[in-house]
Structure formats: structure tokens, C-alpha cells
């Protein structure tokens, strides 16, 4: 089974992993694309880097931490990355074969197992990040564009259960056809519902917590239902649909 879990804007620093080497990072048929992602990212000139990233003068550091992707330190990405999820998930705690079923779909990887080695670096899925040398009156491309069918075709080449709990913008760099999404619903006293938002990431971070750690891997959309309701969450499943959504109270 593999756990695609979405990406975050704030990272942990530091690292004490050699520098970012492409060659080790798992599902290695997106390197292609990495390589030239990579090397737009670290020559995107300082005067352009606040708009482009979409970032404050308060955050003028990243630039320096993009310009630094190939020679600051390392460390798992699921240890890199924080938030709402991931102090939800708490990888810190998971044993060797939880992490082996997480991974994280991003816009500078594409796809990357949780124990892959990567550094600190600033690119969100709806950035326009130009490419070197290319005329300015040229628009650049979307991060959609950059990834093609990457993305979609290594998900789909995976051989077993694919459980996406990516955000919209990062679904959008690459589908994944027949994969298993969860939608995150809260219910009001009177009975009406609405789709659960600020702490969508927090109830991700435990499904993701949940399935990651069954002691039977999952096969299939009914065992995936059953592992989470086990741990006491409150699931429901539509009539040929891959979706499960998972009701909270408000």
C-alpha cells in the first residue's frame, strides 16, 4: 500500500544527511523532470524569487535556501516537513514499516517515499517557475505542465493499493486513477453537514496515522474502511466510488 500524503509550506531546517543526491530518491523514472525543476529553482535570480514563490520579504531567507538545494544538509522528508498533518501522522513514533507505506507527492519530487533524504527548499504546487534563460516575454510553466503524465504514470505503475490524501493542488500535478481519497465531513447538531477545512490536515495526518500502522495491509477499499472505523473513526462509502468520507462532529 502507499499512503500519498500532501506536501507543507513550512519545513523543519538543518539535517544531518549528505547533500541532495537525485540518484538515491525513490521512484528514480521522475529524475528527469527533478533535474530541470531543480536547477530552475536554484538559478532563479533574487529579484524575482519573492513574487515567483509567493513569499514576504519577513521569508527573504528561502531564497537562500533554494540557492543552497544541492549543497545543504539532508534528512527523511517525512521528518522535513511539518504542519497540522504531520503533527497529526507523528512519524517520530512509527515504526520502519509504517514509514515504508507513506509517501509524499510534491511539486519539486513529484513522488518521494517518506524515508527518502531531501533538503529544505521553498516551491508550492501553483508556482510559475521560470526556466533559465528563457525571454521574459515567454510565460513560464505552470507546475502541472512541468510534470506531463509523470507523475500519474509512476502512481499508476505502483503494484499494489494507492491511498491519495494529496490537496487539490497537488492532485492536479498528476492523478491517480483508481486510487482511494478520503473526504472529511463535519456534522451539526441538527444534522447538516459541511466540508471539513481548517482541520482537514489534522484528520488526514490520523487516517494516514491509522492505515499506516494496521497490522494487516490493506488490499482493498472495504479493508481500508474497516482498519479506520477500527480505530474509531466514523466512515462512510458511496456505491462504486473509490472515496470514503470520514464524519466528524462539528
Known amino acids: 500500500m502507499l499512503i500519498i500524503l500532501p506536501p507543507s509550506e513550512t519545513k523543519a531546517s538543518g539535517g544531518t544527511g549528505a547533500p541532495l543526491d537525485l540518484s538515491t530518491l525513490s521512484f528514480p523514472q521522475l529524475n528527469g523532470v527533478r533535474e530541470k525543476i531543480a536547477a530552475d529553482l536554484v538559478a532563479l535570480p533574487e529579484a524575482e524569487a519573492l513574487s515567483t514563490l509567493g513569499i514576504s520579504i519577513k521569508l ?75 525571454e521574459k516575454s515567454e510565460k513560464p510553466p505552470t507546475m502541472k505542465k512541468r510534470w506531463g ?14 491511498v491519495d490524501l494529496r490537496s487539490g493542488t497537488y492532485q492536479q500535478l498528476g492523478k491517480a486513477p483508481g486510487a482511494i481519497t478520503v473526504r472529511v465531513e463535519s456534522v451539526a447538531a441538527d444534522g447538516t453537514r459541511k466540508v471539513v477545512s481548517h482541520f482537514n490536515k489534522h484528520y488526514k495526518g490520523l487516517v494516514a496515522r491509522a492505515l499506516a500502522v494496521a497490522e494487516s495491509e490493506p488490499t482493498s477499499l472495504s479493508q481500508v474502511r474497516a482498519v479506520l472505523e477500527q480505530s474509531g473513526m466514523v466512515i462512510e462509502a458511496s456505491p462504486d466510488s473509490m472515496e470514503l468520507t470520514l464524519v466528524v462532529a462539528d
Open 60 to 134: 527573504s531567507a528561502l531564497i537562500a535556501v533554494n540557492q543552497e538545494l544541492f549543497s545543504s544538509p539532508t534528512m527523511p522528508a517525512i521528518f522535513r516537513f511539518t504542519g497540522v498533518l504531520f503533527d497529526a501522522l507523528d512519524a517520530a513514533s512509527l515504526p520502519p514499516s509504517a514509514l515504508e507505506r507513506l509517501a509524499v507527492g510534491d511539486a519539486l519530487f513529484g513522488l518521494i517515499k517518506a524515508t527518502d533524504q531531501i533538503p529544505n527548499y521553498r516551491l508550492s504546487g501553483g508556482t510559475k517557475l521560470p526556466i533559465a534563460g528563457l
Open 149 to 162: 503524465s509523470k507523475i500519474s504514470e509512476t502512481i499508476a505503475d505502483f503494484p499494489g493499493l494507492v
